[in-house]
């Protein structure tokens, strides 16, 4: 099934439904957005001549008309390649070059910057700007249309992967994947009815334009902030305009939610569901949202190569503080989603036993077809029918999953594996500790040893030797950090991640003291 047969659905049942609000007004109903996408599909088709299976690309901040280009691409039977906004015009050059993208749509704010290229990568035949006349004309072009037929492995969706190791690699996602991820949505997330809301204020390149899908099937409202970011207060105004409201944000967006909740007192009753992910939730931090917030949270786990959809922590378990284990389970990513099998396998991948750790293998119909143009990583990636995540962890006896960290970022110190993840968990504790990121660096005489990188709350002191004290209390004494870097911010990516290959080059480049600040 083409995966826009829910937009067909939703617009046949509920033609007058709010489908895309900008803001606080209505921008499209769903029979609007249905004849706006149908026209875009039908000028792909009759008038640029791209046949299914043809790449478009798009790189746009969020804007109601992302939505409205994501559906045309689909009806058409072309794949969608989003474009994370934040990166270089460099990265853009390869991800439009590799992907054999013959078409980019842009955004305002992106298109000086790109249009350049389509004179620069071969087989880029056209850049438009979204909403110029150009895009008008190419959404009033008549002429019949008909949705594509796609099968359930055809490509829906290319998402290139950051690349942190090497070239962005871009992860086929089918029709199929796309379908049962937003299946999934109902049976280990949340509900939706036809009077919620989604607000995309992170990035729809990402996770939450992939929450597109389950509020598509219900035909809900999909409200895009004006200012097309994540701006803590647009957000809670949003959150008392509208009713129902979800949210997908990475743990860095609702820390400062959280933190203009506690100073501002501001009114947020529609807001329904946070749903975080996309990088470590502390517990401390975690505890402090839903004290700030109330019972709205619940968790997933994915990553680009199985989005969204590999375990969730329900707002049930999150809630359920009476639980003997509670912390335990909130420092977890919860348990496999329902359309996944999730093991922890040895190097062998053999299914290791209740609390040993291993690398996490995810299997299901929801782990991507591959990588585009690259079957050498596709078959290290997809070994012995398994998706290798590339995160490590262990599940406890009732089958939750607790992360580790990534391999790249287990620290081995003379001879003992220290997870930064554990590190960092015991430095939040200290209340003047906003933010902490661990890192190994290399080290004579232990092989590496561990460096905190620590960022104060506003007007906060705290010494290295009280940040020792409350890392003894928790920690083994062999992982505490031996240098305190204090910083103003962590390097982080688009999508809130903290950028640790970045704090590990400037210890590589740098020659401080040991106590100096950074
Ligand atoms: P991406 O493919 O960019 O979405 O990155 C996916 C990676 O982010 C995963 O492989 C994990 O390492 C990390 N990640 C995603 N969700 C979580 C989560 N809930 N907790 C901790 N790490 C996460």
């Given amino acids: 099934m083409n995966i826009a047969q829910l937009l067909i659905r939703a617009a046949r049942t509920f033609p007058e439904q709010p489908a895309v609000s900008r803001g606080e007004r209505v921008w499209a ?23 299914p299976g043809e790449r478009v690309a798009m790189l746009m901040t969020n804007c109601p008309e992302y939505l409205e280009v994501r559906y045309a691409v689909w009806l058409a039977g072309l794949v969608a390649v989003p474009m994370n906004a934040k990166l270089h015009v460099r990265e853009f050059a390869y991800m439009l070059s590799d992907s054999g993208a013959k078409l980019c749509f842009a955004t305002p704010d992106l298109a000086g910057t790109v249009a350049p290229l389509a004179d620069a990568v071969p087989g880029l035949e056209r850049v438009v700007e979204v909403g110029s006349e150009e895009y008008r004309a190419l959404q009033n072009v008549a002429g019949a249309f008909e949705m ?47 009077t919620d809301s989604i607000v995309h204020a992170a990035p729809m390149s990402h996770g939450s334009g992939l929450y597109d899908l389950p509020h598509m099937l219900k035909a809900a ?39 203009r909740v506690r100073q501002s007192g501001a009114d947020f009753s529609g807001l329904k569901t946070i ?8 517990v401390a931090d975690i505890r402090e949202a839903l004290q700030v917030m109330g019972p709205r949270f619940v968790q997933i786990y ?19 503080t009476g639980h003997p284990r ?29 609390n040993e750790v291993g690398e996490v293998l995810v299997r299901g119909d929801v782990v991507m077809q591959g990588y585009w143009n ?28 607790t ?73 083994a004494r062999f992982k505490r950090p031996r240098r305190y870097l204090f910083v103003d911010t962590l390097p982080k990516n688009n999508y809130g991640k903290v950028l640790k290959t970045e704090l590990r080059k400037r210890l590589a480049a740098e020659n401080a003291s040991p106590d100096s600040e950074a």
């Fill in 29 to 51: 109903t769903y029979a609007q957005l249905m004849k706006r996408s149908a026209g875009l599909a039908a000028a792909f088709r009759n008038q640029l001549g791209l046949v």
């Fill in 148 to 194: 594509h037929p796609a099968a359930p492995d055809d490509v829906a969706w290319l998402f290139y992967t950051s690349g942190t190791t090497g070239k962005p690699k871009g992860v086929m996602i089918s029709h199929r994947n796309l379908l049962c991820a937003a299946l999934a949505y109902f049976s280990d997330v949340d509900r939706i009815d036809a």
């Fill in 221 to 259: 409202n999909q409200v895009i902030p004006e200012s097309g970011h994540f701006n803590q207060d647009e957000v809670l105004s949003l959150c008392s305009k509208w009713q129902g409201v979800t949210m997908f944000l990475a743990p860095t967006m609702v820390q400062r939610l959280v933190a």
């Fill in 275 to 282: 749903v975080y992910g996309g990088g470590p939730m502390y």
């Fill in 302 to 320: 994915g990553q680009g190569e199985a989005p969204m959809t590999i375990t969730a922590l329900s707002r049930e378990r999150i809630n359920d």
């Fill in 326 to 354: 509670y912390l335990e389970r909130l420092a977890s990513v919860g348990i496999a989603q329902s359309c996944v099998e999730v093991i922890v396998a040895d190097e062998h991948d053999r299914p290791l036993p209740a």
């Fill in 374 to 401: 690259n079957p050498q990583a596709s078959a290290a990636t997809l070994r012995n029918g398994w998706l290798h995540t590339g995160d490590v962890g262990s599940f406890d006896a009732d089958g939750f999953l």
């Fill in 403 to 475: 992360l580790r960290d990534r391999s790249k970022d287990l620290i081995i110190s003379g001879g003992s594996n220290i997870y930064p993840r554990e590190v960092e968990e015991a430095l939040l504790y200290h209340p003047a500790v906003a933010e902490a990121s661990v890192v190994g660096r290399a080290h004579a005489e232990w092989g590496e040893e561990v460096v905190a990188f620590v960022v104060r709350r506003p007007a906060a002191r705290v010494t290295e030797a009280e940040l020792e004290a409350v890392c003894l209390e928790r920690i």
